[in-house]
């Protein structure tokens, strides 16, 4: 099993900065994908970036390619997201996600991933 543990998430103008950060602990030697998702009051859940602990491969999805990076420290079994240029439709709930397999984007995007965090919140404001 694997825990997951958000934290970073507030409230911030548009146009500024957050950083997000996950925690993961337990069986973290078996993680091989990991990344964010958001989802917004009234709208489906969204992967927001993911990445392949493995070779640290990215992917973004398009509605933050350009303002978001998303990292790992492997050493310390850490993620983040640093979000910039905010937008009020960034608002969401931000959950942090790991799987045990390497799949494709579309396929986590769409199925989401083994493991979850219990969410932070961002709100961003006009």
């Known amino acids: 099993q694997v825990q997951l543990v958000e934290s970073g998430g507030g409230s911030v103008q548009a146009g500024g900065s957050l950083s997000l950060v996950c925690a993961a602990s337990?069986?973290?030697?078996?993680?091989?994908?990991i990344g964010w998702f958001r989802q917004a009051p009234g709208k489906e859940r969204e992967g927001v970036a993911a990445?392949?602990?493995?070779?640290?491969?990215?992917y973004y999805a398009d509605s933050v390619l350009g303002r978001s990076t998303i990292s790992q420290d492997k050493a310390k079994n850490m993620l983040y997201l640093q979000m910039d240029s905010l937008k009020p439709e960034d608002t969401a709930m931000y959950y942090c996600?790991?799987?045990?397999?390497?799949?494709?984007?579309?396929?986590?995007?769409?199925?989401?991933?083994?493991?979850w965090g219990k969410g932070t919140l961002v709100n961003i404001s006009s």
């Open positions: 990445i392949w602990t493995a070779g640290g491969k990215t």
């Open positions: 337990g069986d973290t030697y078996s993680i091989m994908s």
């Open positions: 996600a790991a799987d045990r397999r390497i799949m494709g984007w579309v396929y986590f995007s769409k199925y989401g991933m083994d493991y």
